[in-house]
Nanobody, 126 residues
Framework: QVQLAESGGGLVQAGGSLRLSCAASGGTFSRIVMGWFRQAPGKEREFVAALSWSGKSTYYSDSVQGRFTISRDNAKNTVYLQMNSLKPEDTAVYYC???????????????????WGQGTQVTVSS
């Protein structure tokens, strides 16, 4: 059973940067696909980015493409989300999640992920 724990959230001004981390335990990290989602108050959970087992294949939502970078360190069982040029509309609770398939057709669907972290708050002030 894979367990996930996010960290790195906080308050930042618009235009600033943050790096989120998600530490995994309890499974074979190098065999799982990792994703990041976010959820703002009153809104549905939204896909942000996903990364294949090897880290060679990535997938981003249009809203973060070019600003956010997902990466992983399999030796540390950790996935990262580097967020640059942050905007107030990026404010949300950010969650990491895992699954075992990198099928692009379902990467953006929360229901197709097998486990989730507890979330970390990111607040971007204008």
């Amino acid at each position: 059973q894979v367990q996930l724990a996010e960290s790195g959230g906080g308050l930042v001004q618009a235009g600033g940067s943050l790096r989120l981390s998600c530490a995994a335990s309890g499974g074979t990290f190098s065999r799982i696909v990792m994703g990041w989602f976010r959820q703002a108050p009153g809104k549905e959970r939204e896909f942000v980015a996903a990364l294949s087992w090897s880290g060679k294949s990535t997938y981003y939502s249009d809203s973060v493409q070019g600003r956010f970078t997902i990466s992983r360190d399999n030796a540390k069982n950790t996935v990262y989300l580097q967020m640059n040029s942050l905007k107030p509309e990026d404010t949300a609770v950010y969650y990491c999640a895992h699954r075992y398939s990198f099928t692009s057709a379902t990467l953006m669907e929360p229901l197709h992920y097998d486990g989730w972290g507890q979330g970390t708050q990111v607040t971007v002030s204008s």
